[in-house]
């Protein structure tokens, strides 16, 4: 099965400009501002006013600034929802930001096939098979796919630990906010996604152990060579360690004529939004014929999940 990917939104802080937003153009990039939070500078790239909402409220307010603009009819197909990782994967807290969304979108609270994936940076390649199940089942030609984050340096904290602490943020990473909107649809042309393989910190299983497993999998499974990088940056020198210390289990796959890209060093960090962004610069220019070889994906969730999938391109 390939799949054709229809942009819907692309809002990165401000911009919402496709092209802007994607970096495709060289005299079009998106630049940060300076904001005061917490009695702090931050880089950031909101999407709407710094003001006291916490964070949950301040999701909200963001999906609703860009859903206003939004002319889509939400029941017309299932919908996938990516969204930030809450400290580890509780349900309770999940569930308490399900309402905030639907405030944003009522639609969702009466949707027949609406499916939460609440893993932050992991969210899209989670997303994945389920995808794939609902447009293998012949009953949906397409299907909604909408992402949402926002840095939590830009809001006040919940009480407890519900979010990402300011702290797994580099401090000269980009408090980002965005939001994203695609429509995928099966086709007999496009992007294919030959395999993909996740796996969970558990407490005998280290961060770099979980990465290596990723490509010592993508080895044996599969071991096509891999042409473009996808690399996970979130500012952090340890986020980069961890799979730059596991990159030699893809030797013979990669090269030193493999591309390595990393989005979040220019867009900031993205979170549940990193994956699906990724995937969309990836297609465009897999469409534009920049891109005619297979590329490796790799996400690293704040807590809980590393994911990695192989894309190529179908002509």
Not at 39 to 67: C, G, H, M, W
Not at 92 to 99: E, G, I, K, S, T
């Amino acid at each position: 099965m390939a799949f054709n990917i229809e942009h819907h939104c692309l809002w990165i802080g401000h911009a919402n400009d496709y092209e802007q937003s994607l970096g495709l153009n060289n005299n079009q990039m998106i630049v940060p501002t300076i904001v005061q939070v917490n009695e702090q500078q931050v880089l950031a790239l909101p999407i709407t006013t710094l003001n006291a909402d916490d964070y949950f409220s301040r999701l909200t307010t963001v999906l609703k600034t860009v859903v206003n603009t939004l002319d889509i009819d939400w029941l017309s197909a299932p919908i996938l929802v990516l969204l930030p990782q809450l400290g580890t994967v509780d349900q309770a807290q999940h569930q308490a930001l399900y309402p905030h969304v639907c405030q944003a979108i009522p639609a969702l609270a009466s949707h027949p096939h609406c499916y939460l994936y609440p893993y932050g940076r992991s969210a899209m390649i989670l997303a994945w098979k389920q995808i794939e199940r609902l447009l293998n089942q012949k009953k949906h030609s397409e299907v909604w796919v909408l992402a949402l984050d926002s840095d939590p340096r830009l809001s006040p904290p919940l009480s407890g630990a519900a979010t990402r602490t300011p702290q797994e943020a580099g401090p000269g990473m980009v408090a980002a906010e965005s939001v994203i909107v695609v429509k995928v649809s099966a086709t007999s042309t496009g992007l294919i996604r030959p395999w993909l393989s996740y796996e969970a910190l558990t407490r005998e299983k280290a961060r770099s152990v979980a990465v290596m497993a990723l490509f010592q999998r993508y080895q044996h499974a599969c071991g096509l060579p891999v042409h473009q990088f996808y690399a996970p940056y979130d500012g952090d020198q340890g986020g980069a360690d961890e799979w730059a210390g596991a990159y030699h289990q893809l030797h013979g796959c990669v090269g030193k004529f493999t591309q390595i890209v990393m989005n979040g060093s220019v867009m900031g960090e993205l979170g549940a939004c990193s994956g699906l962004y990724n995937l969309l610069h990836l297609y465009e220019r897999y469409q534009r014929g920049e891109y005619r070889h297979p590329t490796l994906q790799l996400e690293i969730s704040e807590k809980l999940y590393r994911g990695a999938a192989l894309y190529a391109w179908q002509p």
